[in-house]
Structure formats: structure tokens, C-alpha cells
């Protein structure tokens, strides 16, 4: 079934007046970009690519797909969406698979294999072989910039929605900071609910190791990305130092930045993005690969797409979203999610 159509969508979004923020960056929010293929048949699929931050990325990406990325896509047999996801990798080295590259071949992926699901009338779980029914799920809701009493009342709020565990963003000025950080929000939640803590790339690995002993100490489920992304050698020192698992991977790009890691053993829980991985085709990879390894995939951002890949995952460990708004889709249960029944990555 061949390729006929390859639409973009560019939605541009105000930036917030008080945007949130981790250690590393304000995020107001720039918009996303949304691609539609339709098959010769009039099947269709979606993919998109959202962004944090950088007001023209949006235009920026559009550009990059109309004019390098659709020509590989049209006239090409649906079936062979790993060969188009190859050709499409090919095709950016030239000036680096990795950044907006990188986010419009995952958005193309994501919308080829939603439109193969559909195509079939099957969810994409079932093209791969489903493991897992549910997933557990955390709420990532403490933000830096909230106050004390801000942070306890959503995570408290996280909770009464059916969280079984909350993340926090950590790496303020000092680790007395951030202990206190973590006090207010165990006060508020009480001790059955896990708390994850996520530095943003924000530390050296001297004041990583101290600060992943004191979390380790508090008890928290996991020390998230306190080294800059690409610091391979600070991770596997990291690692080596702490017994509380180390979580890196939304700042990677590609499976052989996560083969790397993998083999230095210098993470402990993998955190792939859709957008800098590359798409489903990349995070099936990723995420068998882990498994290989016998290290836990716990997935950065949520939705459909991640909740159909982990379904496929015997190491699936978390789905991340935020907190649960007026009619979402998604349905806790006993800190779960189910995952989607509908055609391609529809719910
Ligand atoms: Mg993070």
C-alpha cells in the first residue's frame, strides 16, 4: 500500500507568563508540529513532535520535513517502515541525524506505524507482541519554581488521582535545599508513595554522587539525569558510587547512544524520548535492548505510543505523565494504566 499524502500542521502556542521550570531551563512552551500520511487507500496515521521551549522550532521542524523528509516518504510501500526510518537516517547525516532532524523522523515513524495499526484495524502493540496488559504510572508534578506549599497540594492532588508515585524536580543551590524539598513532600504525601527526584543535567559528578547518597538515605525510587546528558564517564562513576538507581536517556539520541550506556553500565534505568530517539522503531529497539541488559525502561513523556511500546516491553518499570486533566484518556487503577485497544496509537 503506498504513500500518497504527507500533511504538516504547525501550531504555534503563546509562552506562558510563568512558564515552569527545572534546574537547567524555563519551559513556556513553544507549540508542535503535526504530520498526517494517507495512504493510495485513504488510510491515514498521526505523528507529532511537541516542544518545551524555542519559539520557531515549530516553523523550523515544518521546513526541515517539507523539504528534506516528505520526498523520502511519498510513493514508498507502507509496509517497509523500517526501511523508510533507515532511509530517512541516511539521507540527515550529512548534517547530523540528531536535533529537529531526528524529531521529524520520529514524528514521520510515529505517524507510519500509527497508519499501519490502522490500516489492519489492529493497535500497534499487536503488530509487535504485547507483554503487558497495564502499566504503573507516576505523576512528574514538582516543578522548581513552586513553593513549598504549591508542590505539596498537586502531589498531594497526584495521589488522590490514584499515583502511586510522584517526581520532583531537584538541583537547587545547595543539597540542603533540596533535602527540604523532599521533606515537604513526603510530609505531604506520607510513606507508601514513591518519590522520584530529576537534577536536569544540573550537577558536576562529585556534588551528584553526595547529593544521589543523601536521596538514597530519604529513600527515593530513583536519582534522574544530574550529569549532562552526553557525560558518559560521570554516569558510570555515578552508577558505580550509589546503590539508589541512576535514570538517564531523554536527552539521547539513538540506540547506539543507548548501546553505549548500556555497555559502560552507566544507567540503571532507561528513560527514552520519542522525539530524540526516533520513534517507535527506535524504541522497540532501545527497549530490547535494555532488556538484553536486564535494565528497567521507564518511558520519558507518555500517551499513546509509549503506552503501545511498553505494552511490547517485559521490562517495563513506569510511564511518566503529568497530572491527570479533565477528560483524559488515561484510567488509574491501583497506580496502572490500561493500555489503548483502539487502531494504530488511537485510545
Ligand atoms: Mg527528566
Same mark, same amino acid.
Given at each position: ?18 512558564? %515552569?521550570?527545572?534546574?537547567?531551563? /524555563? ?56 526501511? @523508510?526510518?533507515?532511509?530517512? $537516517? ?14 521529524? @523522523?520520529?514524528? %514521520?515513524?510515529?505517524?507510519? *506505524? ?10 500497534? *502493540? ?8 497495564? @502499566? ?55 510513606? /507508601? ?24 538515605? +530519604?529513600?527515593?525510587? *530513583? ?31 539513538? =540506540? ?52 503501545? @511500546?511498553? /505494552?511490547? $516491553? =517485559?521490562?517495563?518499570?513506569? $510511564? ?9 484518556? +488515561? ?17
Amino acid at each position: 500500500m503506498k504513500i500518497k499524502k504527507l500533511e504538516i500542521t504547525v501550531t504555534q502556542q503563546a509562552p506562558s507568563a510563568t512558564p %515552569i521550570r527545572d534546574a537547567l531551563q /524555563a519551559l513556556p512552551g513553544a507549540g508542535s508540529v503535526k504530520v498526517m500520511v494517507e495512504t493510495e487507500d485513504g488510510v491515514t496515521g498521526v505523528g507529532d513532535a511537541g516542544f518545551g521551549r524555542i519559539a520557531g522550532a515549530p516553523q523550523a521542524l515544518a521546513a526541515l520535513i517539507e523539504h528534506e523528509l516528505k520526498p523520502l516518504v511519498l510513493n514508498q510501500d507502507l509496509a517497509y517502515i523500517r526501511a @523508510i526510518h533507515q532511509e530517512m $537516517l541516511r539521507e540527515t547525516e550529512y548534517h547530523g541525524a540528531f536535533g529537529l532532524a531526528m524529531f521529524g @523522523i520520529a514524528a %514521520i515513524d510515529t505517524a507510519l *506505524w500509527d497508519c499501519l495499526g490502522k490500516s489492519l484495524g489492529v493497535p500497534c *502493540w499487536q503488530l509487535w507482541g504485547r507483554v503487558n496488559p497495564r @502499566i504503573r504510572a507516576y505523576a512528574m508534578v514538582g516543578w522548581l519554581n513552586y513553593s513549598d506549599s504549591e508542590v505539596q497540594g498537586i502531589c498531594a492532588k497526584a495521589v488522590a488521582q490514584g499515583f502511586h508515585a510522584v517526581k520532583i524536580k531537584v538541583g537547587y543551590p545547595t543539597l540542603k535545599q533540596d533535602i527540604a524539598r523532599v521533606h515537604v513532600v513526603r510530609q505531604a504525601i506520607g510513606d /507508601a508513595i514513591e518519590i522520584m527526584v530529576d537534577a536536569n543535567q544540573s550537577l558536576t559528578t562529585a556534588e551528584a554522587i553526595r547529593r544521589g547518597r543523601a536521596f538514597e538515605q +530519604l529513600g527515593c525510587a *530513583w536519582w534522574e539525569e544530574p550529569l549532562p546528558a552526553d557525560d558518559i564517564d560521570g554516569y558510570a562513576a555515578l552508577a558505580h558510587a550509589l546503590d539508589i538507581p541512576v535514570a538517564t536517556g531523554e536527552n539521547l539520541y539513538t =540506540p547506539a547512544d543507548f548501546a553505549r550506556f548500556l555497555q559502560r553500565e552507566a544507567v540503571d534505568i532507561i528513560q527514552p524520548d520519542l522525539r530524540r530517539a526516533g520513534g517507535p522503531t527506535a524504541l522497540l529497539q532501545i527497549g530490547t535492548m535494555a532488556h538484553a541488559f536486564r535494565r528497567p525502561y521507564a518511558s520519558h513523556g507518555g500517551g499513546p505510543v509509549q503506552l503501545n @511500546i511498553m /505494552a511490547c $516491553l =517485559p521490562n517495563a518499570l513506569y $510511564l511518566e505523565t503529568g497530572l491527570l486533566q479533565p477528560g483524559s484518556q +488515561l484510567t488509574l487503577e491501583d497506580g496502572y494504566v490500561q493500555v489503548p485497544s483502539g487502531p494504530g496509537f488511537s485510545w
